[in-house]
Each structure stands twice: as structure tokens, then as C-alpha cells.
């Protein structure tokens, strides 16, 4: 089993639209979460971290944080084409661990 | 959020020959940074972390002394890869945090724009 689970997409939304991006990680000690947006060809950029079970909300995006799951969300609402970027999760256990990344397409 | 810069941005170079690449922490002290790796339609990898004054630690796999990081001062990290091939061509990204490496909390990694090098 890999440690940081996402799919890898590609998930497509209409313009406008709420996105909801999925991540299983599988070491219960982990205690930090992040989400990364990284378009093609650029680095990641931080968009959200968590580290409390709930929700966090910070602008249109909203991370989910559910320790006994084991499961970590991003929510985006109100979608643009801008968003379209691959999302990476990544779960700190001693060092960050990232998913795969999930393809996120907003269509106009 | 924080500002990492890195470079140079792009590097072309002939096998056989040395490249350092930097990565600086513009407006907070790093403790830690970070190099990755990347190659095409990949995730990231880890090549190594350094605590500023520290010998780095590499990940299983990646060789030491093909890949020299030193990482002098709480802004500045180098990475230089040594006799370059043109197996070694990659998206090179630094990031940095101002915790420290191996904490369980862990904070916040901030990535450089990346440096892309490609050996002839």
C-alpha cells in the first residue's frame, strides 16, 4: 500500500463548479497535511495546510482533515479555468510524503 | 507565504561537467531545506534535507557524492551535480522550512521555482 493514495485523475468540472479532490494516507502518526497546486512545467505552490480533524477554510478552498479515516479533502467552490493544475497531497512523517497528484480540469 | 528563489531557472550542459544550483530563502530563515526531483509526468522525489551547519542526508539511492548539497547559511543551499549525464536531466525544485527536519508536525515547505537541466 502507498503511503499517500490520491487519484490521479483527470477530474473534470464545469466552470462554476465545486471540486473535491481526495487523499488516504496510510501512517496514523502523520500530524501535518498540505495541499499543493503545481500547473505544468512549474514548481508547487502551497495552498493549504491542516493539521486538527475538521475543516479549514481559506478563501475558496476548503481542506477536510478526518485522522481516524485517515483521510485528507480539498474542496474548491466556484471553480475556474485558472484552477486547472495538478493537486498534489503530501502528509508529513518526518518528512513530507506526496501523493501522485490528481489532475483537476476546469472546463469553461 | 514565504519566497524561495532558485538558480539559474534553465541549464544546458555537455556530459561530464559540473552544475551548482542555488536555492535562497528571500524573506525568513530556512533551518531546513529541502532538494527534489522530478521527471516527467512524475511526483516529486526526494533527494536529500539539510539543516543549516549539517551534513545533508540523502535518501536511499541517491548518490552522495554525485550530488553535493551544502547548505552554508539559514538562506542559501547549493546542489551541485557532479559529472552531469544525460540520465541526471530533470526538473531540480529546492524548498525550505523554518522547522526542523524530522519533526512530526512539520511545518510548512515552500518550493523554489525550479531549475531544469538538460546534459548533452
Known amino acids: 500500500q502507498k503511503e499517500v493514495e490520491q487519484n490521479s485523475g483527470p477530474l473534470s468540472v464545469p466552470e462554476g463548479a465545486i471540486a473535491s479532490l481526495n487523499c488516504t494516507y496510510s501512517d496514523r502518526v502523520s500530524q501535518s497535511f498540505f495541499w499543493y497546486r503545481q500547473y505544468s512545467g512549474k514548481s508547487p505552490e502551497l495552498i493549504m495546510s491542516?493539521?486538527?480533524?475538521g475543516d479549514k477554510e481559506d478563501g475558496r478552498f476548503t481542506a477536510q482533515l478526518n485522522k481516524a479515516s485517515q483521510y485528507v479533502s480539498l474542496l474548491i467552490r466556484d471553480s475556474q479555468p485558472s484552477d486547472s493544475a495538478t493537486y498534489l497531497c503530501a502528509v508529513n512523517l518526518f518528512k513530507l510524503i506526496f501523493g501522485t497528484g490528481t489532475l483537476l480540469a476546469v472546463q469553461p | 507565504g514565504a519566497v524561495v528563489s532558485q538558480h539559474p531557472s534553465r541549464v544546458i550542459c555537455k556530459s561530464g561537467t559540473s552544475v551548482k544550483i542555488e536555492c535562497r530563502s528571500l524573506d525568513f530563515q530556512a533551518t531546513t531545506m529541502f532538494w527534489y526531483r522530478q521527471f516527467p509526468k512524475q511526483s516529486l522525489m526526494l533527494m536529500a534535507t539539510s539543516n543549516e551547519g549539517s551534513k545533508a542526508t540523502y535518501e536511499q539511492g541517491v548518490e552522495k557524492d554525485k550530488f553535493l548539497i551544502n547548505h552554508a547559511s539559514l538562506t542559501l543551499s547549493t546542489l551541485t551535480v557532479t559529472s552531469a549525464h544525460p540520465e541526471d536531466s530533470s526538473f531540480y525544485i529546492c524548498?525550505?522550512?523554518?522547522?526542523?527536519?524530522?519533526?512530526?508536525?512539520?511545518?510548512?515547505?515552500?518550493f523554489g521555482p525550479g531549475t531544469r537541466l538538460t546534459v548533452l
Open positions: 524548498s525550505a522550512s523554518a522547522g526542523i527536519a524530522g519533526d512530526l508536525k512539520g511545518n510548512e515547505q515552500f
Open positions: 491542516i493539521y486538527s480533524n
